[in-house]
Nanobody, 128 residues
């Protein structure tokens, strides 16, 4: 059974940093697409960052230059380093993965249990 577990969320003041981790069991990130999405109340699901099986990386426009995605295949863990956080970053953050080489989910809601694998989410709250 595939399970993705996020950790590292919490509350921080604007300008601060948080590091999210996603650990997979029953699934190997190596060579497969994975990424991070977020959803805030009243907003659609938004891609934060993704990493392809070939190592290619994408970032959402709102986080470019502030967030960094990485992956440790030996530990089967992915990390999202978030710096210079602002209140607009407040959301539930979800780790997602697919068996194919690229994660290309586009949808209004996350998680979408009919598309790949998702974690339960971790709350990030940034106060001004």
């Amino acid at each position: 059974q595939v399970k993705l577990v996020e950790s590292g969320g919490g509350s921080v003041q604007a300008g601060g940093s948080l590091t999210l981790s996603c650990t997979a069991s029953g699934f190997t990130f190596d060579g497969r697409g994975m990424g991070w999405y977020r959803q805030a109340p009243g907003h659609e699901c938004e891609l934060v960052s993704s990493m392809g099986g070939d190592g290619s990386i994408r970032y959402g426009d709102s986080v470019k230059g502030r967030f960094t995605i990485s992956q440790d295949n030996a530990k089967n863990t992915a990390t999202l380093q978030m710096n210079s956080l602002n209140p607009d970053d407040t959301a539930v953050y979800y780790c997602a993965a697919v068996t194919g080489p690229q994660l290309n989910y586009i949808g209004s809601e996350c998680p979408n249990w009919d598309f790949g694998y998702w974690g339960q989410g971790t709350q990030v709250t940034v106060s001004s």
